[in-house]
Structures are given as C-alpha cells and as structure tokens.
C-alpha cells in the first residue's frame, strides 16, 4: 500500500511501533507502577497520590474482587467522574484478570441498564452520587458485587472525610439509595471502597493471565448516531495507541527533558477513550496528572492551572473556547505549555487562532474513535497553523478513502475514510452483523465519516455520513458550514442542521451561541453570503444561549433537530 504520509512525518518519529514488547496492557502498568513508586501519579483538589499508592491500593481492590470468585475476562464496570478512585479502580480490573467496562456518570437510569444488561457486567465501581440511577436498574442486570466510592475517600483522612461530608449533607450531592442485597446469582456485595481496599489489603493478587490479545475494554461508543455498541479494545490495541501517541507526541515534548516531571491536565472525562488513552501515556511516562473533577466549573479549572506549570492540555473545542472566554485564563503564564491536544470533536479555525494568540502554543487537531483507542491521526505537533485537516495517520495506521462497495477512490476524490491498524476494535460485543459491517474485505474499519486524502496523506473530515443535508440535490456538510460562521465576529459556537423544506427538500438550519450581545442575525447573513455559495448559505438561522452537547462536549446535531 502506497503511505505519502511516511515522507512528511515529523524528524525522529518512528514509522512503526511494536506492543508486542508488553505481554499485556496490565504488564505496562505494573513495570511504570514498580519503577516511579515514589513518584506522584495524580493530584487532585490539591492531595497527591503517588505510583506507589496506586500500585497498593490497584493490587489490594483487584485482590477484593478476585476473592468475590469473578472469573478471568468477567466484565467490571466503572462510574466514576475524575477522581484517584478511577485510576486505581481501572489498575486493579485490568491487573486481576477483569474486562473493563467504562460508564457514563451522568447516564440515565434506562441509558445505564442498556450498557450494563449489554456487557453482562458482574460487578461496579461507583460513586454513590450516583447510586440512585443503579438502585433503579440493578435488578434487570447481571451485578453481584457493588463497590460504592465516596468522593473524599483517597483524599486525605481528615480531608477527604471532610469533603464527602460536604458533598452528603452540605452540597446534598448524593441523593438518598437504597441498593438491594439480594442478585440474580443469589446473595449480592454491596460494600464501601475502604471496604473493599481493607479487606483487600489482606489478600494477595492472583497475577493476570491476559495476554496481547485478550480483551482489556468494552468502550461504548457515544450513541449520536444509534444505540450504544461495546467496541472490543484489547490489550493489544491500547498498548499500540499509547505507544503510537507516544511517539508522535514527543517533538513536542522534547524541550521538556525528563518526562516524569510532565503535568498532563485531566479535564476531558477519563471514561472517555481520549482521555483515557492519555491518562494511560502518562503512566507509561511515569509522568501525573491533574484530575479536574468537574471541568464544566471554569473557575476552579481555572485555579487548579495555578498551582504549578502544565505541559500538556488534550481538550475539545467547546473547552479550549470556554477558556478563552476566561479572562483569568488569559493571566496565566503559559511559558510551560508543549502540547494543545484538540480531539473529540472538529476543532474550529477561529477557536485555534485565538488559542495560539492567547497561549503561543498551537491547538494541533486529531481524531479518533471509540474503536480506534482514540487517536487514529493527528496533525504534527511541529505545525504552527491550524490546517483545516485531521493530519496524518499515526505509526502503524493505514487509512483507505473508499466508496461503498469497498474500493479505494482516486487522491482528491471523496469517500468514507477506513482505517486499519493494531489499534483498531477486534468487533463489536456480541454483535456479528455489526462487526461484519463494520469492516471491509481488506481489513479496514469503515468510520462513518466522509473524507478527502491529498497527496501528501494529509486527511480532512467532510462530514458524518448521517448528519449531510441535501439542499436540492447538493450535498451540503454541516461541519464547512460551522467552521465557516465559527469565524464570525461575535461568534462563540454554532451547529447547522437540516431540515424539511418543500422547495429543496432540506434547508439549512444555523444555531449560534453569541460571545457578542450585539451581534444580529443579519450580521451572520452577511459573512455566510460572503464566505459561501448559494445553496451552502442557512435559511434560518436561530440564536441560543448554549447548545445541547454530550458530557464530553461534543454538539448534538440530533438534539437540535428534535426540537426544530
């Protein structure tokens, strides 16, 4: 296969990577957790914890869930926001043995039983904050075993029993459960986090038997386009993504010197593939996190960037913007930053002009998926302008433009991007027709998402196949659209849809959020009858005060439809 990108990738990146030199994904994390024992793995609200801590207390829960008698490949979900207890509840299923299962904290009661019923899960971690939603569905699912987490409980002892306190009886954050102890299987555990680490502390861990691959994740993907499907990450796919964003990553890292000493921010949810397989690097490194808990309270994400020098920052769009309209942010010195990671999400060309301006750092856009352990390509992290693009495939990753029967277009035509590489999903759970659609006969994963390659192998994302509006016989790309109105005057955010219009059987549809009280509709008019053809230009265009997004910030398309 002919790779153009190979001739541009930055000095010094490999072109390949080799995961076969870990036995398993929890092998990675034993060697980091072993050899920077005494360095700080996470800090957050202020209380650290170090890779010695995390080795005791990983090793100690996944010995508690071993003695509960869950058998090799039993699959364990985890609810929790960013909070140590996630990092030590993921150590711990991965090193006994267990199939990660990561949940959404802010599910529904019907969205958490679908995933739970989906996966077969056997047991939970999660924060009794949101305990009620599992109080509702537990009896429809397979859960035996419930560990339930307080937000203080690896916080201190005085402080962090101060600040589940709070958050109980202050905050009244936690809303009244009552998690029934009988199960389908019989008797049913519902223990306390301290609970289940005492206990465990007294046992020894059996060691894993997983290899490269067996299966380490269920990661569900986001549910925009239909019901949540559980992609099959093994261990072998995450361990060739964290070392595929290892090495692309580290011209920018460079000046940094010893990488232990990084402070990676850990605001995007790390339930969330991105997050997660960052959170993973930075273990890898040997190198902490700060864990934001709640990276919708600006002000306190704010202050939490005070504290010490930050190097890395992987955020989507909505997140880099929604700092930028702090004007404390824009006090804070950024003589530290090497890395603007932006995923999840287009990023928008007005926002990364406005980060560099702000920052000196460029925001260098990627994109991935559930099913490609996050990154699948990225823009070097050497650039210095936004390109519009989602850069170049990774080390190791091929990517295919193809039209539906499977075949490759021309360069420059366009066609669904398919990917295929060691990071890619084995399948979907439980799901052979799913799985068998999913994948071409040559072996490329076929994303959903419309695309260009150019001659230098650098790709660009037209759009979502689903989310395309037809505009008498025009295919029209909501994402060109947003990019265009994103660099408007007095423009913070916007999402075009489409909707049923008699004469060209869908118009378009423009939403915007305002930075500018002032700005008009006509003002936006204006700069779309400037910047785009005619059938491109909105027929409508409705003012907001937000847009409805996922918790990790991607805009809703289907939301604004349903309320069109």
Known sequence: MNRPWLAHYP????????????????????????????????????RWMSYGDLDTHSAALGAWFQSRGLQPGARVAIMLPNVPQFL?????????????????????????????????????????????????????????????????????????RWISFAVRHIARMVPRYKLPLAGPQGPRSVVSFRQALNEGHHRQLKPSQANLDSSAFLQYTGGTTGLSKGAVLTHRNIVAAILQAEAWFTPALERLGDLRKTNAIAALPLYHIFALTLSLLTIRWGAHMTLIPNPRDIPKLVDALKKRPFHIVPAVNTLFNALLQSPQFRDLDFASLALSQAGGMAASEGTARQWLAVTGCAMVEGWGMSETCAIGTNNPVTNREFTGTIGLPLPGIDIAIKDEAGRNVATGEVGEICIRGPNVMTGYYKQPTETAQAFTADGFMRTGDIGVIDDKGYTRIVDRKKDMILVSGFNVFPNELESVISLCPGVLECAAIGIPDEGQGEAVKIFVVRSDPTLREEDVARHCHDNLTGYKRPKYIEFRDELPKTNVGKILRRALRTTT
Do not use: W
């Not at 949940?103 to 949101?130: C, M, W």
């Not at 569905?137 to 035996?144: A, L």
């Open 11 to 46: 000095p010094g990146v490999t072109h390949t990577v080799h995961p076969e030199q870990y036995r398993s994904l929890a092998a990675l994390l034993e060697e980091s957790l072993k050899k920077n024992a005494i360095q700080p793995v996470a800090v957050c609200m202020e």
């Open 88 to 160: 030590v509840a993921t150590a711990a299923i991965l090193r006994a043995g267990y199939i990660v299962v990561n949940v959404n904290p802010l599910y529904t009661a019907r969205e958490l039983e679908h995933q739970l019923k989906d996966s077969g899960a056997a047991a939970i971690v999660i924060l009794e904050n949101f305990a009620c939603t599992l109080e509702e569905v537990i009896d429809h699912t397979e859960i035996e075993h419930v560990v339930v987490a307080s937000l203080g409980d690896l916080l201190g002892f005085f402080y962090g």
